[in-house]
C-alpha cells in the first residue's frame, strides 16, 4: 500500500560528483509514486464490496494513516535535502509494515494485495544497487511465505509467489546495476565534455594571448624604428653639415650642431637602455648596487635628464641617505618628470614630494595633465602601451620598466589622483635597506613588503619578483 521514500544514493560504482539533483528527482518520483499507490489501494478498498467484508474495523484507520504518513513523505522530498542511510532504511521499514498490516487486514496469506511488495522491491532498486535490491526481495519472500503458511494457503501459492518476488528482485537488481552504469558512463562523459570545454576555452584564451603579444610587437617594431631613426637622422645630418660646411660655420653655430647632436644620442642611449632593460626584466634577472644616495642627488639628476630642472617644486621631507640603487632610481624619477612633462600643460608646475618613516621612503610625482581614467590605470604599466592620443614621442616602456625596478627594490609604484584634483600623482616606496650587491630574480608574483626590521627588508629585496606587465 505504500512504498519507500528518500533520496537515493548513487548505486555502487557511479561517481556522485554533480548526482544530488537526480537523486532528489529520485526521492519525489517514490513520494509520488506511494501516494499514487495508496489512492489505488484506495478505490480499489472503496469500490469493491468484497475488499471491504475482509477487511478488519481498522482497515479505514490503516488508509487515513498511511495517506497521512505519504504526504509526509512528499513534503520532506520537496525540500531539496538528501536522506541519510538511516532515514531510507526506517522509511522502508514504514513501507513494509504498512502494506503487512494491510495484507493481514484484507485476508491475510489469500490477500491479493501481496503484489505491493512489487512495488516496495522497485522503489529500492531506485535508490540502490543490485545487492540491496535482491537482499529486499529476499526478505519479502521469507516474509509473504511466512503469512502463506500461517494462513494455510496451498502449496501452489507457497511456491509461485515468492519465487516471483525473488526473480522480480533479480531482476529489477539487474536493472538497477545498468543504470548505474550509464549514469556513470554519463557522469564519465560529461567530465570529459566539461575538461575539454575548459581546456579549449584556455586555448582560445591562449590564442588571444599570443595574437595581443604578436600585435604588441609588431607596433613596438614601429615605434622603436621611429624613435630609432628620429635621433640618428639628427646625428646624421649635424655630422654632414660639419664635414662639408663645418670649416665655414661660427664657432657658435658649431657649438649649437654639437649640443643638438649630443641631445639627440643621449635620447638614443636612453632608447637602448630601455630595450635592455625590458630584456633583463624578461629574462629573469636584475643586478642591483645598493648605496647610500642624497634623494636630491638623485632628483637633480632625473632633473637635467628629462630637462624639467625648472619646472619642479620640491617638499622634501627626505633623510640625508636613501639607500637604492642609483642608476635604477634616476631612471625611474626620469621616466615620471618626463611624463608629466610630457602630458601637462607647457610651464605648469611638477610637484615631488619625499618622504620618510621608520620603514620606507616614498616618492610622489604630481602634474596638472588631464589626468588618467581608471580603467586604464593599471594597462599604462604594460609593455607598448600608453592611455594617451595626443601623439606624444614615446615607445610605452618608459612605467613598465619603472614598476619593474620599483619591485626590484621591494617596493611598489602606483598611479592616482591628486588630494586635491586634477592632474595625475605617481607613487613609489622603497623599503629602508642595507648597502650591498643584490641580484633579484624576477618572475610573474607581485613584491610584498616584509613586516619584520631592516634585515628582513635585505632578504624581501633578494626574493622580490617583479611581474611581467607592460609600459606607458
Not at 47 to 57: H, I, K, L
Not at 192 to 211: K, N
Not at 278 to 288: A, E, F, N, T, W
Not at 315 to 343: G, Q, S
Amino acid at each position: 500500500m505504500s512504498v519507500t521514500a528518500g533520496p537515493p544514493p548513487v548505486p555502487d560504482g557511479v561517481d556522485d560528483s554533480g548526482s544530488l539533483p537526480s537523486v532528489l528527482r529520485t526521492k519525489r518520483t517514490i513520494a509520488l509514486l506511494r501516494i499514487c499507490v495508496l489512492a489505488v489501494v484506495t478505490v480499489l478498498y472503496l469500490s469493491s464490496v468484497g475488499v471491504r467484508r475482509v477487511a478488519g474495523p481498522g482497515a479505514l484507520l490503516l488508509l487515513i494513516g498511511a495517506f497521512v504518513y505519504a504526504l509526509v513523505c512528499l513534503v520532506l522530498s520537496t525540500r531539496g535535502e538528501e536522506s541519510s542511510v538511516w532515514g531510507r532504511a526506517v522509511t522502508l521499514a514504514i513501507d513494509v509494515a504498512l502494506i503487512t498490516a494491510w495484507i493481514e487486514s484484507t485476508g491475510g496469506g489469500r490477500s491479493e494485495f501481496w503484489t505491493l511488495f512489487l512495488i516496495v522491491i522497485v522503489a529500492v532498486a531506485l535508490r540502490f544497487g543490485i545487492i540491496e535490491t535482491v537482499a529486499v526481495a529476499v526478505g519479502l519472500a521469507c516474509l509473504l511465505m511466512a503469512l502463506l503458511v500461517e494462513n494455510g494457503v496451498l502449496w501452489t501459492s507457497r511456491l509461485y509467489r515468492p519465487t516471483l518476488l525473488l526473480v522480480a528482485g533479480f531482476a529489477i537488481g539487474v536493472l538497477s546495476l545498468q543504470r548505474a552504469d550509464q549514469r556513470q558512463r554519463r557522469f564519465e562523459v560529461e567530465a570529459i565534455a566539461e575538461s575539454r570545454a575548459r581546456q579549449l576555452g584556455r586555448e582560445r584564451a591562449e590564442v588571444e594571448r599570443l595574437r595581443r603579444v604578436d600585435l604588441a610587437r609588431t607596433e613596438f617594431v614601429g615605434v622603436a624604428a621611429h624613435e630609432l631613426r628620429t635621433p640618428l637622422a639628427a646625428i646624421l645630418g649635424v655630422l654632414s653639415t660639419l664635414k662639408e660646411h663645418g670649416a665655414v660655420l661660427e664657432d657658435e653655430m658649431r657649438v649649437e650642431l654639437i649640443d643638438g647632436a649630443e641631445t639627440q644620442a643621449e635620447r638614443l642611449t636612453r632608447l637602448v637602455e630601455d630595450l635592455l632593460t625590458v630584456s633583463r626584466i624578461q629574462d629573469g634577472v636584475l643586478r642591483l648596487s645598493m648605496e647610500p644616495v642624497d634623494p636630491r642627488d638623485l632628483i637633480a639628476d632625473a632633473a637635467r635628464a628629462s630637462s624639467t630642472a625648472g619646472r619642479l617644486r620640491l617638499e622634501l621631507d627626505a633623510p640625508a641617505r636613501v639607500v637604492c640603487d642609483a642608476d635604477a632610481i634616476v631612471r625611474v624619477l626620469t621616466n615620471l618628470f618626463d611624463n608629466a612633462r610630457k602630458y601637462s600643460p607647457e610651464g605648469t608646475p611638477i610637484a615631488v614630494a619625499v618622504g620618510v618613516d621608520d620603514r620606507r621612503v616614498a616618492v610622489e610625482v604630481r602634474n596638472a595633465g588631464g589626468g588618467i581614467a581608471e580603467e586604464d590605470r593599471e594597462a599604462i604599466f604594460e609593455r607598448f602601451r600608453r592611455a594617451d592620443e595626443t601623439g606624444a614621442p614615446g615607445t610605452g616602456l618608459g612605467l613598465y620598466i619603472s614598476r619593474g625596478l620599483v619591485r626590484a627594490h621591494g617596493g611598489e609604484l602606483e598611479v592616482g589622483d591628486p588630494p586635491e584634483g586634477g592632474g595625475t600623482r605617481f607613487t613609489f616606496w622603497l623599503p629602508v635597506l642595507d648597502p650591498g650587491e643584490h641580484e633579484v630574480d624576477v618572475g610573474p608574483s607581485e613584491a610584498s613588503v616584509p613586516d619584520d626590521d631592516d634585515a628582513g627588508f635585505e632578504s624581501a629585496v633578494n626574493q622580490v619578483t617583479v611581474p611581467s606587465g607592460g609600459p606607458r
